[in-house]
């Protein structure tokens, strides 16, 4: 399964709870996911940080794998959490999602979404 593209979010979270199982990782609530999600933002956001809206621009075009790193680890970590909190990832995403689109629809945004 590891060469395998992962396709949804489900199959992320149930990849992830099923290596953290083989490496027998305790997948119980705990503080620890928490802080490695905030540690990774924050570096992510140092690369950002005194820098003009231009300079972000083009660090990011630079770098990219760093924010792909980031963003991937992140990922993983928040599967992970789903996984110790016991939440669907994708229900999560789900409700989240038609909370914002309806919040941002009832102020009169045009917001489209091209599938």
């Known amino acids: ?3 395998e593209k992962t396709t949804t979010m489900k199959d992320a979270q149930k990849l992830v709870k ?6 027998q990782w ?3 609530p705990n503080i620890d996911k928490f802080d ?10 140092q690369h950002l940080r005194c820098k003009s809206k231009e300079e972000r621009k083009e660090f990011v075009e630079q770098n990219k794998e760093i924010f ?4 991937g680890d992140m990922f993983f970590g ?6 110790q909190l016991n939440v669907d990832i994708e229900e999560a995403f789900d409700l989240v999602k038609k909370e914002v689109f309806s919040k941002y629809n009832k102020q009169g945004s045009e917001h489209k979404i091209i599938r």
């Open 1 to 3: 399964m590891m060469s």
């Open 78 to 83: 928040l599967c992970r959490l789903a996984n």
């Open 26 to 28: 305790k997948d119980e």
């Open 68 to 71: 792909v790193d980031g963003v």
């Open 18 to 23: 099923e290596f953290a199982e083989n490496n």
């Open 36 to 45: 490695h999600l905030h540690e990774e933002l924050i570096e992510m956001s």
